[in-house]
Nanobody, 120 residues
Framework: QVQLVESGGGLVQAGGSLRLSCAASGTIFSINAMGWYRQAPGKERELVARFTSGGSTNYADSVKGRFTISRDNAKNTVYLQMNSLKPEDTAVYYC??????????????WGQGTQVTVSS
């Protein structure tokens, strides 16, 4: 019903920047919430940043002041601008969306992930 495709990951040195993109497609009436999670080797998946259903933003404490989430509603796309990257930001970054696909039907969807590697 809904597909999420991430892009923009890669290898960057500490202090550098990357911008991730996530485009949603499929049967989308509206996107209630959309954001980014990450999972480092041996660790649990964690929230990085997201838009809530009310349009506000949430950030993990570890990325506040460095990462910025934004969106292009016309393209059903959300972005994550990552500045001042640190080695501890190394992880697979996953896009997640809560999407209304029908009346009274909201589903969660995950992208395949994009690798971000920050070298020291």
């Amino acid at each position: 019903q809904v597909q999420l495709v991430e892009s923009g990951g890669g290898l960057v040195q500490a202090g550098g920047s990357l911008r991730l993109s996530c485009a949603a497609s499929g049967t989308i009436f509206s996107i209630n919430a959309m954001g980014w999670y990450r999972q480092a080797p041996g660790k649990e998946r964690e929230l990085v940043a997201r838009f809530t259903s009310g349009g506000s933003t949430n950030y993990a404490d570890s990325v506040k002041g460095r990462f910025t989430i934004s969106r292009d509603n016309a393209k059903n796309t959300v972005y994550l601008q990552m500045n001042s990257l640190k080695p501890e930001d190394t992880a697979v970054y996953y896009c997640n969306a809560q999407v209304r696909v029908a009346y009274s039907s909201i589903i969660g969807s995950w992208g395949q992930g994009t690798q971000v590697t920050v070298s020291s």
